[in-house]
């Protein structure tokens, strides 16, 4: 049952006594709605346009989008090396501190190629490679998502990628510019190629290679609903991380939470986007109640404060009120949510039965704050309920696997019969022979 009290509340959504056999949890917490079809007409449109015409199509596009007239989408170096020395000391700092420990998690993600011997002169390999050339997307939008950079660029870095290539949409605060914070880590990072291009528009000049920018083989980063409609168009001719939507966040708690901490964590991710969601899971009413009053206290105090009400207030975000934490577990991993907190007794405990989350919070002093700055871990996680198939942003997303294959002429004769058979059981009869004529010219047996 949903109640919503005033428009500026966050809304209840009460699952306690549910038939847990028959419940759908997914369906029961809401989300924001994210309509990536209604959008595939006007992002196809784009996706053309740059296609067809190029550089022209990306600074008109970048005109009508972004109100700024780019002559030059590539930023030049040296505006880079600006950004850098002109950086805030202590903005730097925690840049550094940040890419230190993200490098430290990269390098144990590395994977080793894994070689098999199938018996004497029979090795299959494994091999790990790196993508050759990716592009990288970074917002720009309500907020400079400087972290954004970090967390697409260490692991490509970390898993061995040759070519990197970063976007993020003009702004005309800066003559047409990236945001020089984006720029200075750029620097920060070694990343010199960096175009001032934003939107879908950004997506179809990295799969198609338009202008300055030569065509990339992956590209990975958040972005608003056109940005992610473009990878879902372009997909196949560029490979994509995912089409991740708005933020979420879900804790799980109990009576032993800090309602003022679950109310703060509850805001900042409010803060991203009217869309984001926000919710909290728990069998404590006296909880819920505690919440709810300490956001009202912390809402009124924040800068954003009509964006993060937008989205505390909005469908997607709510309190759910369950019988115990056994349905509370039951809820959270049917919601999948990209960011999950746990904050209850034993929380490890909890957090270890987790299925379903892109990204775990353990305990009171793990905020999802600190995993989109300096936990170490990766910002870049799946939305809309995706946890529950795909993994966050890693190494593991800038390697292929290729399978390399090493027989001896011995090795290939000991497998030959059964070659030959399965290959005639499919009607395939010249794949056998190409083992046959290997045989010395006898046939198979």
Same mark, same amino acid.
């Given at each position: 049952?949903?109640?919503?009290?005033?428009? /500026?509340?966050?809304?209840?959504?009460?699952?306690?006594? *549910?038939?847990?056999?028959?419940?759908?949890?997914?369906?029961?917490? =809401?989300?924001?709605?994210?309509?990536?079809?209604?959008?595939?007409?006007?992002?196809?449109?784009?996706?053309?346009?740059? @296609?067809?015409?190029?550089?022209?199509?990306?600074?008109?596009?970048?005109?009508?989008?972004?109100?700024?007239?780019?002559?030059? !989408? @590539?930023?030049? =170096?040296? +505006?880079?090396?600006?950004?850098?020395?002109?950086?805030?000391?202590?903005?730097?700092?925690?840049?550094?501190?940040?890419?230190?420990?993200?490098?430290?998690?990269?390098?144990?993600?590395?994977?080793?190629?894994?070689?098999?011997?199938?018996?004497?002169?029979?090795?299959?390999?494994?091999?790990?490679?790196?993508?050759?050339?990716?592009?990288?997307?970074?917002?720009?939008?309500?907020?400079? &998502?400087?972290?954004?950079?970090?967390?697409?660029?260490? =692991?490509?870095?970390?898993?061995?990628?040759?070519?990197?290539?970063?976007?993020? =949409?003009?702004?005309?605060?800066?003559?047409?510019?990236?945001?020089?914070? !984006?720029?200075? +880590?750029?620097?920060?990072?070694?990343?010199?190629?960096?175009?001032?291009?934003?939107?879908? /528009?950004?997506?179809?000049?990295?799969?198609?290679?338009?202008?300055?920018? *030569?065509?990339?083989?992956?590209?990975?980063?958040?972005?608003?609903?056109?940005?992610?409609?473009?990878?879902?168009? $372009?997909?196949?001719?560029?490979?994509?991380?995912?089409?991740?939507?708005?933020?979420?966040?879900?804790?799980?708690?109990?009576?032993?939470?800090?309602?003022?901490?679950?109310?703060?964590?509850? !805001?900042?991710?409010?803060?991203?986007?009217?869309?984001?969601?926000?919710?909290?899971?728990?069998?404590?009413? +006296? &909880?819920?109640?505690?919440?709810?009053?300490?956001?009202?206290?912390?809402? *009124?105090?924040?800068?954003?404060?009509?964006?993060?009400?937008?989205? $505390?207030?909005?469908?997607?975000?709510?309190?759910?009120?369950?019988?115990?934490?056994?349905?509370?577990?039951?809820?959270?991993?049917?919601?999948?949510?990209?960011?999950?907190? !746990?904050?209850?007794?034993?929380?490890?405990?909890?957090?270890?039965?987790?299925?379903?989350?892109?990204?775990?919070?353990?305990?009171?002093? *793990?905020?999802?704050?600190?995993?989109?700055?300096?936990?170490?871990?990766?910002?870049?996680?799946?939305?809309?309920?995706?946890?529950?198939?795909?993994?966050?942003?890693?190494?593991?997303?800038?390697?292929?696997?290729?399978?390399?294959?090493?027989?001896?002429?011995?090795?290939?004769?000991?497998?030959?019969?059964?070659?030959?058979? $399965?290959?005639?059981?499919?009607? &395939?009869?010249?794949?056998?022979?190409?083992?046959?004529?290997?045989?010395?010219?006898?046939?198979?047996?």
């Amino acid at each position: 049952m949903i109640s919503t009290g005033s428009i /500026q509340r966050i809304q209840r959504i009460d699952l306690r006594g *549910a038939d847990r056999a028959t419940v759908d949890y997914r369906a029961a917490v =809401p989300r924001a709605d994210f309509d990536v079809e209604a959008a595939v007409p006007a992002v196809h449109a784009i996706c053309e346009d740059v @296609r067809t015409r190029g550089l022209e199509a990306i600074r008109e596009l970048s005109e009508r989008f972004d109100g700024v007239a780019v002559d030059d !989408i @590539r930023v030049a =170096p040296e +505006a880079l090396r600006s950004a850098l020395e002109r950086l805030d000391p202590d903005i730097r700092a925690g840049l550094e501190e940040s890419i230190r420990r993200l490098r430290a998690t990269c390098a144990n993600e590395l994977e080793r190629d894994a070689v098999t011997d199938l018996g004497p002169g029979a090795r299959v390999t494994h091999r790990k490679v790196p993508v050759g050339r990716v592009g990288l997307y970074v917002p720009g939008g309500l907020a400079p &998502l400087v972290s954004s950079v970090l967390m697409n660029v260490v =692991p490509a870095q970390t898993a061995g990628v040759e070519s990197i290539a970063l976007a993020s =949409p003009p702004q005309k605060e800066f003559g047409g510019s990236v945001h020089p914070t !984006i720029l200075a +880590a750029c620097a920060l990072l070694g990343v010199d190629e960096v175009y001032a291009v934003g939107g879908a /528009q950004a997506i179809a000049m990295f799969a198609y290679g338009t202008g300055p920018c *030569a065509k990339v083989d992956l590209v990975t980063g958040p972005g608003n609903i056109y940005t992610v409609t473009a990878k879902r168009i $372009l997909k196949g001719l560029v490979g994509i991380d995912s089409e991740a939507g708005p933020t979420e966040i879900a804790v799980l708690a109990d009576d032993s939470a800090d309602p003022a901490y679950v109310a703060a964590d509850l !805001i900042s991710q409010a803060e991203h986007d009217p869309l984001a969601a926000s919710v909290l899971v728990t069998p404590s009413e +006296a &909880l819920a109640a505690a919440v709810e009053t300490a956001l009202e206290e912390q809402v *009124a105090a924040t800068k954003h404060v009509e964006r993060i009400r937008t989205s $505390l207030s909005g469908p997607q975000s709510g309190i759910v009120l369950v019988d115990d934490l056994e349905q509370g577990l039951e809820v959270v991993n049917a919601y999948a949510a990209e960011h999950l907190e !746990i904050q209850t007794e034993d929380a490890a405990g909890w957090a270890a039965r987790v299925r379903n989350a892109g990204a775990i919070f353990v305990g009171p002093y *793990a905020p999802v704050s600190l995993g989109d700055y300096c936990a170490g871990s990766n910002h870049v996680l799946p939305t809309g309920g995706c946890a529950c198939h795909s993994s966050g942003l890693s190494v593991r997303a800038f390697t292929k696997s290729v399978h390399v294959v090493d027989y001896s002429r011995e090795a290939l004769a000991a497998v030959a019969g059964h070659v030959v058979t $399965l290959a005639e059981a499919e009607d &395939l009869p010249g794949h056998g022979a190409a083992v046959k004529v290997r045989s010395a010219g006898e046939p198979a047996e």
